[in-house]
C-alpha cells in the first residue's frame, strides 16, 4: 500500500488534506503539552506580576463575596522598565498545559473525522468551529491579554486558526451545500 492510500479523498478540493495536517499537528502539539511546558512557553511567554488595583496596597483579604485570588485579572503584564522583574512570572503552570493538551487533542481529533469525511455538515460545523476558537484565542491572548507576545511560534497556530476558519467557511457550500439556518426551514 502506498501512503497515498492513507489520505483523505481529494476530489473536491485539498481542504481534506489541509485538515489532516493541522489534525496531525494538533494531536502532535497536545502529547508535547502533556510531556513539557517548553515548547508552550514559547508562546505564552509574557511575564506577569500581581495585580496591585485589586489590593490597593493592602495585603489581598477574602471576604464573604470576594476574594481577590479569584479574580481573573489577579495579575497584569510585568512593566517594560524592568522595575518589578525579579517578581514577575510566567502563567504557564503543569496544569494550564495540561487543559491545553486535552482542548488541543480533542481539536485534533474533530479535524481528523472531518478530513475523512468533509461532506458531513456535523463534522464541518465543528471542524469550522474549532478553528474560529483558536483563532480568537491566540489573537485575544496577543492583542487583549498580551501573554502571547508576537513571535515566531505564535505565527503558525494563528495562520491555521485564521486560514482555516476563513478557508471552511468560504468553502462550506461546495462541501456541503447551501446554507439552511434552523429557523429559516
Known sequence: M???DYLP???KGYLPLYLLVVSVAAIGNAAQNFATLHYTRRIYKGQFVPNPALTKGRPAVATARSNP?????KLVP??????????????MTPLAARLFAAWTFITGVIRLYSAYDVSNPVLYQLSLLTHIVAASHYLSELFIFKTCPPSGPLIFPVVAGSTGSIWMALQYAHYIGPVVLPWAR
Open 2 to 4: 502506498a501512503i497515498t
Open 9 to 11: 479523498a481529494l476530489d
Open 78 to 91: 510585568a512593566s517594560s522598565t524592568g522595575k518589578d522583574v525579579e517578581k514577575a512570572n510566567d502563567q
Open 69 to 73: 485570588e479569584d479574580s481573573v485579572h
